[in-house]
């Protein structure tokens, strides 16, 4: 089955410096991907949506200079968490969809992200 | 205001005997709905889908029943199984609504706990 690999699955970081996360598609191409935040006990917070070869689409509220989002193949996004603060700490998960009528979604393993 | 709602945070079932998880959704606009069963520090995998034209769609030991006049689904588990037991999280989306793609809208999610 098609399957999304995200990495790294958890990092700690200082507050001030810039963390990358990545997102690919291992078997299958995705010309969009998607970027959601948990927190905890809560349900998963669609940020943006990641288009290949042109900009990200994010959601109300989600600050685009803060979580930069570059879907620079068919297979790979990536999310940048810039100058990160300790409130950006939270579970980062990727999705993407296989081509296909009402394929479902399939997600990433998530990042734990610390901030110190 | 949120679109799918979980209302029971947690439910604890008995091995072999049936877990049934429910969702309620607002907006009528959805017509695909979807379960994701997810373990801690996880990303969610993918259960099973019915599509709004449809009541009932069976996979396995898994059922999921849409009752689109109450605006109801519920996920059976029957038998249930110690192995079962996370968050089930309940999503929904529209080819018409959130884009071409249909993003996902997820509920806060029912942790189900299976006791031998």
């Known amino acids: 089955g098609a399957v999304v690999s995200q990495h790294p699955s958890w990092v700690i970081c200082k507050s001030g410096t810039s963390v990358k996360i990545e997102c690919r598609s291992l078997d299958f191409q995705a010309t969009t991907m998607f970027w959601y935040r948990q927190f905890p006990k809560q349900s998963l917070m669609l940020m943006a949506t990641?288009?290949?070869?042109?900009?990200?689409?994010?959601e109300q509220g989600v600050e685009k200079d803060k979580f930069l989002i570059n879907h620079a193949s068919l297979t790979l996004s990536t999310l940048t968490v810039t100058s990160a603060h300790p409130e950006d700490s939270s579970f980062y998960i990727c999705?993407?969809?296989?081509?296909?009528?009402?394929?479902?979604?399939?997600f990433g393993n998530g990042t734990r992200l610390t901030v110190t | 205001d949120q679109q799918v709602k979980q209302n029971s945070p947690s439910l604890s079932v008995q091995e072999g005997r049936i877990s049934i998880l429910n969702c309620d959704y607002t907006n009528s606009m959805f017509d695909y709905f979807l379960w994701y069963k997810k373990y801690p520090a996880e990303g969610p995998t993918f259960l099973i889908s019915?599509?709004?034209?449809?009541d009932k769609n069976e996979d396995g030991r898994f059922t999921v029943f849409l009752n689109k006049s109450a605006k109801h689904l519920s996920l059976h588990i029957v038998p249930s199984q110690p192995g079962d037991s996370a968050v089930y999280f309940c999503?929904?989306?529209?080819?018409?609504?959130?884009?071409?793609?249909?993003?996902?809208?997820f509920g806060k999610g029912t942790k189900l706990s299976v006791k031998p």
């Open positions: 990641s288009n290949e070869g042109s900009k990200a689409t994010y």
């Open positions: 999503a929904a989306s529209g080819y018409n609504y959130g884009g071409s793609q249909g993003n996902l809208i």
């Open positions: 999705s993407a969809r296989p081509q296909g009528l009402n394929s479902p979604l399939h």
């Open positions: 019915i599509s709004s034209i449809k």
